[in-house]
């Protein structure tokens, strides 16, 4: 994201840094420094002092681009909104074009696929209704044993959290099944692109039209039907389903 605001900002594109976290990495602190930041809001919550980012201030300052990062954060209480996404929905709807980033096991979809797959269940997830709105989407790969090196030289991670990661949720087997849900994902968003284009060319769809529907009760389990029947959508490229 990083490099994409410098290349826009070399081209004369008003860009600016709506929200990211450097966690202490030496090559994100050097890629912030010559790019304009809006300055977060500082708010209080249980006699701590936290950083959000600040709306209001990015709306005021109405740029081309704003940058946000870590897209499924959970916001401070007492912040407007609950969640990052739904602040990126508000510069939206301002007008500001956004360049955001998430992790893959963060897709509201995948939650239940990656807690049998990993063992945890993840609690911060971003609706998929919310990548519809995406221009594009991109899937910044790199290989398994790449990754773990950058885990264990503290890219990721800081040092006292790098074995546990290793060991437990960046597992081998944990990265091929969260890799190949990337690269689908990526996939499928270019597919549904494609059967729009072609509809709107008025061209004809090489994915024959298919139907989904998904019957469930009021019980626990129509959460999990509801993620399931979005990735036979996602994958079938169908516009309209039915619940």
């Known amino acids: 994201m990083l490099q994409d605001a410098h ?17 202490g990495r030496f090559e994100t602190e050097e890629q912030i420094k010559d790019l304009e930041c809006v300055l977060p809001r500082k708010l209080e919550y249980r006699g701590t002092v936290f950083t959000e980012m600040d709306v209001g201030a990015v709306i005021e300052r109405r740029p081309a681009v704003a940058i946000v990062d870590e897209l499924a954060h959970t916001n401070i209480e007492g912040s407007k909104n609950t969640k990052r996404y739904e602040d990126v929905l508000e510069l939206l709807d301002a007008g500001i074009s956004v360049i955001t980033a998430i992790n893959i096991q963060h897709i509201e979809s995948l939650n239940d696929v990656i807690a049998s797959t990993t063992g945890v269940r993840v609690r911060e997830t971003v609706p998929d209704s919310f990548f519809k709105r995406a221009d594009e989407i991109i ?13 264990r030289q503290g890219k990721v991670y800081s040092i006292e959290k790098i074995e546990q990661a ?27 692109q494609d059967h729009e284009y072609r509809e709107r060319e008025g061209l004809e769809q090489f994915v024959v039209p298919e139907k989904v529907m998904v019957c469930m009760a009021s019980r626990g389990s129509a959460t999990k039907l509801l993620r399931t029947g979005a990735r036979i959508v996602g994958r079938l490229a169908v516009k ?3 619940a």
């Open 7 to 23: 290349q826009l900002r070399d081209q004369g594109i008003d860009v600016v840094i709506s929200v990211v976290e450097a966690h």
């Open 240 to 242: 309209d389903w039915f």
């Open 166 to 192: 290793l060991n437990n949720f960046f597992r081998k087997g944990n990265l091929a099944v969260l890799r190949e849900l990337a690269l689908r994902q990526v996939a499928q968003h270019q597919a549904e």
């Open 139 to 151: 899937d910044v790969d790199v290989s398994i044993d790449t990754l773990r090196t950058r885990l």
